[in-house]
């Protein structure tokens, strides 16, 4: 009598324990999960049956690999998952998941809708991005790195015999501020219009989109900076245009990365990278800076030579090279692209200042025989 006791207590314990982990389980866990095994594996067709037919149309499967690139190319491949919390907004329930990548932590926001008594996927948002912490620095820490690139340019030219000039350099900075606010809106109209949103929608169009893609942004750049510095340049001297330049490419080291700054906090925590990637970033500021240096004495060189436009036409293709290198490589992330940036970069400026740094000096000379 006692054992069968004993049988009948663990009997309802093990329905007890059983029933809690029902209840405990989600009503749209198989569909978290098919999102799950369908972005470790790049494989659509597992995810596509648990998708309601709104979201089918406008995350099929070109848009999902998109998704899915942009994903792996910034935080490494998917590792595991985990539920982390529950809301409603109407007649949807907003999952909360915890995807595990190796770089770092992606929180996906999943909205899922009762369709026929089954929980389909109704929209997948990131909502925040917590950064695995390598023994790098942070963000909020690093970003000082491209300034002092910008300021070791700065020092660079003083080193060379240039006194300061203030006013120049403010100008220089002012026109960085026209370029973020007005640049950036007609680089991005095209891609609006073909309804492209973010990188993932670049990515899913293909190769091709992403090359035309990085050349729009590149060109569009090369023109628009070369553009407004030769406006502002071409009844200066060659040493003012110098600082206007070196005044632009400081402009740009405060500027872009307090912004990326920005953008990574409003995502989540910032990243953590190594010392030699901060490094590498200083010096990529630093010969920006020297680049736009090279490009102002010679616009205002070639403006008063009598072929300013000659000049504006060659040194914003140069500029949309280089910068068409650097959007490949912000899209998909390619060190190729990286490497052309940076060897596009050091000729060009190179090339610019061997040309240009004479002809200012000799301007200087000509002032003190006078």
Known sequence: ??????????????ILILGNFVLAEKPYEETAKATFNALKTGDYSILEPYLDDAMKKAFDEKG????????????????????????????????????????????????????????????????KVSWKEEGGLPLALAVIFPILGGILALITFYALGFKLRGAELILGF???????????PIQQAPFLALGVKSNSDVLARGASFVVLASIWLGFVAGFFQEGLKYIFVRNKTLRAALFIGVGFGLGEAILIPLLQLVQSMALGSAP?????????????????????????IVLAYAYKNGFG????????????VVDSFAAHYQLTQSQVSLLLTYISLIAIS?????????EVKGEEEEKIVW
């Open 1 to 14: 009598m006692v054992i069968e006791m004993k049988r009948w207590v663990l009997f309802l314990m093990m």
């Open 64 to 127: 999902f690999k998109g998704f899915r690139e942009n994903l792996v190319s910034k935080y490494g491949p998917l590792q595991s998952y985990e539920f982390v919390k529950e809301g409603k907004a109407g007649e949807f329930i907003l999952g909360y998941y915890d995807f595990k990548f190796e770089k770092a932590d992606v929180t996906l926001r999943m909205v899922f809708k009762e369709v026929n008594g089954k929980y389909k996927l109704s929209g997948l948002w990131i909502d």
């Open 174 to 184: 002012f026109l960085v501020v026209i370029t973020l606010f007005v640049q950036n």
């Open 272 to 296: 953590h990278q190594a010392l030699v990637i901060y490094l590498l970033s200083m010096g990529e500021r630093y010969l920006a800076a020297l680049f736009h240096a090279g490009t102002t």
């Open 309 to 320: 436009r000659k000049a504006l036409l060659s040194l914003s293709i140069a500029h949309g």
């Open 350 to 358: 190179f090339m610019l200042l061997r040309y240009g740094i004479p």
